[in-house]
């Protein structure tokens, strides 16, 4: 219930996501595909859910393979689909709870569905899931005529309900600290000041940049097709729109600005995007396009298979992390220092590669004070660190990999 960061309590985050991955390393054993498995099945699901959700909207299984067509071939999903990250479980969640939202209208019995999959969405990422509750409350104030209450109370319930039982429990067990920890975490991530000030006010314009470098080829039909449904009278078009207008806007409202955070959208933007494919192939070329589409693919997947590309995954760590563990007993903590930066993927990797805790440091008075410190302790830290601080000091070079050093301070 109370997940740990490099032996700390993670406050912040909701725990879906770890449990699944720990529920797979104590079933087999830990490893890099297994801790991106789940990731790698919600982006499989993703894609399957994509037509489903196009073919009950546009009813045209073409544009609804279409739609699928789009969201396997975009770039960017696919690359977090193989990452062990919580953003396209998320997206999947989103998805789930889209698809049962839209599928009340013919049986309000799915409305506990949406519910549930709204909740499981919070649990996986928490301040990003109420973009759910709200897009489902927008769609609710424009519908006529509203569900039955009981109904839209049931899935707002189940909405909400596993993540305040589990944000309950960790206030009881941390009520010391859990205030102080988690205000500093949204003053970080969320809503602490910018630098310069007026960043706090270009969230929009970074996102749209963002999207704009990356959605090719597929942006010019999805922004044909989104500005098709705002003019059009489809309901349920609409109510995408809508879900990505709330997805942009509270991540443009955020502090942090990444573009993998909007992927949440990626399945709407889909859908617009195969609206307007669908219109620009005719029909009499439709098989035609399928028969080349799949040589084409067919190609390309006997080349992957036949020329594999294997990079070792976090191949400038991996020595570092085995040097530091062999140099470092168990239960003490390895020195980190990287050019004063926090660097939480290295730190990420050390730990999980080197199965050690870390001092994480990303000041020079915290250095100085840890090197003025006696007895021997191991250090990773980059090379322009290393010439500055440990020339003159006793020491023992262990590894070298990229910009990164480990070594053993004798003193």
């Excluded at 049962?100 to 506990?112: G, Q």
């Excluded at 549930?116 to 996986?124: D, I, K, R």
């Amino acid at each position: 219930m109370n997940p740990r960061s490099n032996g700390a309590h993670v406050l912040e985050h909701p725990p879906l996501f770890v449990w699944t991955q720990a529920a797979l390393f104590r079933a087999f054993h830990l490893s890099d595909p297994l801790a991106r498995l789940p990731a790698a099945l919600c982006g499989w699901g993703v894609i399957l859910l994509v037509y489903r959700l196009a073919l009950r909207i546009l009813n045209d299984s073409w544009a609804a393979l279409l739609a699928m067509f789009v969201m396997a071939t975009t770039a960017y999903f696919l690359k977090y689909a193989a990452r062990a990250m919580t953003d396209v479980p998320f997206t999947f969640f989103c998805l789930c709870a889209l698809c049962a939202w839209l599928a009340a209208e013919d049986d309000p019995r799915w409305y506990a569905a949406a519910g549930a999959f709204a909740g499981l969405a919070q649990l996986t990422r928490g301040l990003m899931g109420i973009a759910l509750p709200i897009a489902f409350a927008i769609d609710l104030a424009r519908r006529r005529p509203r569900p039955s209450r009981r109904y839209v109370a049931t899935a707002f319930g189940l909405a909400f309900f596993p993540l305040i039982a589990w944000y309950a429990q960790i206030v009881y067990a941390n009520r010391g600290h859990f205030w102080i920890d988690y205000s500093a975490w949204l003053d970080r991530e969320a809503f602490g000041a910018l630098s310069p000030p007026w960043r706090r006010y270009t969230g929009a314009f970074e996102y749209a940049w963002m999207l704009a470098k990356s959605y090719w080829p597929w942006l010019p039909f999805m922004l044909a097709g989104l500005v098709a449904t705002v003019r059009g009278g489809d309901r349920r078009l609409r109510f995408l729109a809508i879900w990505s207008a709330v997805v942009f806007l509270l991540c443009a409202a955020a502090k942090s600005r990444v573009l993998r955070y909007l992927l949440p959208a990626y399945p709407a933007f889909s859908l617009f995007a195969a609206m307007s494919l669908a219109r620009l192939i005719p029909s009499r070329r439709r098989l035609m396009s399928l028969r080349i589409a799949t040589a084409i693919f067919a190609v390309l997947a006997g080349g992957v298979a036949l020329f594999p590309r294997n990079p070792l995954h976090a191949a400038e760590i991996r020595p570092i992390a085995a040097a530091a563990a062999a140099a470092t007993p168990p239960g003490a903590r390895v020195e980190f220092y990287d050019s004063g930066q926090p660097r939480l993927d290295e730190a990420n990797q050390l730990q999980w590669y080197g199965d050690r805790y870390l001092n994480i440091m990303t000041q020079p008075e915290q250095l100085a004070a840890e090197l003025a410190a006696p007895g021997a302790r191991t250090y990773v830290i980059d090379r322009e660190t290393y010439r500055r601080y440990f020339g003159s000091l006793p020491h023992q070079l262990l590894a070298e990999s990229g910009h990164l050093l480990c070594l053993r301070l004798l003193q």
